[in-house]
């Protein structure tokens, strides 16, 4: 049975600095990877999506990379904002179609 | 147009009552999404819809009866629910089931007293 999890789960840091956010998996067999932020008790925002082919994805200050073999993928947030506070998930698809999301990460920036 | 629309936003029902939850695409998307998500976890997975047809039904009790009534659409039937039934309740559409990127809705918070 595929089990994900990410750690730290929770996470307070000053504003500006450079973080990174883990996600293990148990079962390298995946189609891809998807990082996601979550506001309070709002709906997600796909923020990459990482193909198993792939290494790694880019957007803006967010950079994903992902090592199947070892199970691993991680989020790395450059020049962190208050902006960027919410729980950030990571979710993979695998060999049956369906997303599993991880135990999420809960971030503060603090100005 | 990567938007998911859900209604409505908040719902607050009786043990007895039936209603019901939908949530709308217009990005041509053929699989579409119910999860559930209780306070501080991360959603779980109830339905999936493969052009149009149910194709993962993840052992969800029978008060929860999903609809597709056609592509663009999505409903969750709700009957004679539980308290424990309260949560965030959210849909999400992608081109197809073969591991798409997922689109998220706001969700529906739902409230059972």
């Known amino acids: 049975k595929q089990e994900v999890t990410q750690i730290p789960a929770a996470l307070s840091v000053p504003e500006g600095e450079n973080l990174v956010l883990n996600c293990s998996f148990t079962?390298?067999?995946?189609?891809?990877l998807q990082w996601f932020r979550q506001d309070p008790g709002k709906g997600l925002t796909s923020l990459l999506l990482?193909?198993?082919?792939?290494r790694e994805q880019t957007s803006g200050r967010l950079n994903a990379s992902l090592d199947k073999s070892s199970g691993r993928s991680t989020l790395y947030i450059a020049a962190s904002q208050p902006g960027d506070s919410a729980t950030y998930l990571c979710a993979l698809t695998s060999g049956t179609y369906k997303y599993i999301f991880g135990t999420g990460t809960r971030l503060k920036v603090l100005a | 147009d990567t938007e998911v629309t859900q209604t409505p936003k908040h719902l607050v029902m009786g043990m007895t009552n039936k209603k019901s939850l939908k949530c709308e695409q217009h990005m041509g998307h053929r699989a579409m999404y119910w999860y559930k998500q209780k306070a501080k976890k991360p959603p779980e997975l109830m339905f999936v819809?493969?052009?149009?047809?149910?194709?993962i039904n993840e052992s969800v009790p029978s008060r929860f009866s999903p609809e597709c009534p056609n592509s663009s659409l999505l409903n969750l039937h709700l009957h004679a629910l539980q308290p424990e039934d309260s949560a965030l309740y959210l849909c999400a559409s992608s081109q197809t089931r073969r591991g798409d990127t997922q689109y998220f809705g706001p969700g529906t918070r739902l409230t059972v007293l």
């Open positions: 819809y493969s052009y149009e047809k149910l194709s």
């Open positions: 990482i193909q198993s082919s792939q």
């Open positions: 079962d390298s067999a995946i189609y891809n």
